[in-house]
């Protein structure tokens, strides 16, 4: 059992990473959090305000830059690395941000995580084993080979692969994860979830890529956090675990289940222009973390999770507000 007193989490004023230091806060009193944030586009300290104080400190500043990281890791004994280029849509538009970050990002601190001895857990995506077949009888196993099909998969892809060689070359303590897609508070707006709650509270009909029938599997942002701690804490140094919660829908039915809690009529959305080089389905196998670990997910009920989803962002018009705007403007350029 490892347990950290210290843990550095990069990216952690944005959607998952935010969630986490929160879950970490809630669940874990002994434990101090240093945040490390660039605060682009995706991340604001307002995500993380209300636990700032004596055991969540925060430090501005890139995760490329190696000095100040030569400053910030040697007080840690753990790193949670979540910062990253998260959105497959901006990968395609623009690459050259997600290879910097999600690739070179990662590089540094893994140096630092080798030079000062700290425990690194990285956190990656199950878009690096590509898509399955609406019909596949598979899913996807930690064994499975990596086929990256967007820049931002591609680029976690990279980032996963230089964990593994740092591990097996310089020792570096490190565990990985892949998990599904999440939903849950303080989504960014440009996501699937957030942007359709968000277009019907002001009036505007939700957009489906293509024909709707790309399934994926949404977990709650809470079990992916205790998930992360369960393997950060107990996890076997140089493995890699998948995180999901049985969670396969596809998109017209998720839209479907957001209009129909929103009291919309079921056809009330527009169909809009496909993302190139769209992954069919995702669909997460997590028996080895069930069974090694012992993790089990909380927020099963995907319904009254989206409930309450729809109502933080009926709650919360001055955290969306201010992006939502430029967001659909981006969006409507690509015809999407
Ligand atoms: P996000 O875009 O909401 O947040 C990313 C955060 O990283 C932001 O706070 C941003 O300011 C910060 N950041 C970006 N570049 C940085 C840099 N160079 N230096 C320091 N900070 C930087 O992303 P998210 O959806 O919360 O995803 C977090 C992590 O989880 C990512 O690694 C992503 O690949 C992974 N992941 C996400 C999902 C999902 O469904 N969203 C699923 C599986 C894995
Ligand atoms: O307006 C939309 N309409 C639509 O039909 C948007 C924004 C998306 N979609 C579709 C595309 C996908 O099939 O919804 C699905 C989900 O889209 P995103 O929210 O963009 O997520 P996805 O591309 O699946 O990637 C997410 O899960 C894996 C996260 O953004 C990644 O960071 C994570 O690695």
């Not at 944030?37 to 209300?50: F, P």
């Not at 996501?191 to 009036?203: A, Y």
């Not at 996890?235 to 839209?255: K, M, P, W």
């Not at 069919?280 to 997910?297: N, Q, T, V």
Request: aromatic fraction near 10%; proline fraction near 4%.
């Amino acid at each position: 059992l490892f347990a950290p007193q210290c843990v550095l989490v990069t990216g952690g004023c944005g959607f998952i990473g935010s969630n986490f230091v929160r879950w970490v806060v809630e669940n874990q009193p002994d434990v101090r959090v240093v945040v490390l944030d660039a605060l682009t586009y995706a991340g604001r300290l307002d995500n993380i305000r209300d636990v700032l104080g004596d055991r969540v400190s925060f430090v501005h500043g890139d995760i490329r830059d190696a000095e100040l990281l030569d400053r910030v890791v040697p007080g840690c004994d753990a790193i949670v690395h979540f910062a990253a280029e998260s959105h497959n849509d901006n990968s395609i538009a623009d690459p050259e941000p997600f290879v910097s970050t999600n690739v070179m990002g990662t590089f540094r601190l893994l140096e630092a995580a080798r030079k000062y001895g700290v425990r690194f857990h990285h956190i990656s995506t199950d878009e690096v084993y590509g898509d399955l077949a609406l019909d596949d009888p598979e899913r996807f196993v930690e064994e499975r080979a990596y086929r990256p099909s967007s820049p931002y998969s591609s680029s976690k892809a990279s980032s996963d692969l230089l964990v593994r060689a740092w591990h097996r070359t310089y020792g570096v303590r490190a565990t990985i994860s892949n998990c599904s897609n999440n939903y849950g508070p303080y989504q960014h707006v440009e996501k699937f979830i957030p942007r359709q709650v968000t277009n019907i509270l002001d009036g505007v009909r939700p957009k489906l890529y293509g024909d709707g029938r790309n399934v994926r599997d949404w977990i709650h942002t809470g079990d992916h956090s205790s998930a992360v701690w369960t393997i950060l804490t107990r996890g076997r140094l140089g493995e890699t675990y998948l995180i999901g919660a049985d969670g396969e829908r596809d998109n017209i039915t998720v839209l479907r289940d957001i209009l129909r809690v929103m009291g919309r009529p079921e056809d009330d959305f527009d169909w809009v222009r496909d993302r190139p080089g769209h992954d069919r389905r995702y669909a997460i196998d997590s028996s080895k973390l069930r069974r090694e670990l012992g993790w089990r997910p909380q927020h099963t009920d995907f319904e009254s999770g989206l409930r309450n989803v729809v109502d933080w962002y009926a709650g919360h018009r001055e955290w969306w507000e201010p992006v939502k705007a430029a967001t659909e403007a981006r969006y409507q350029a690509q015809g999407q």
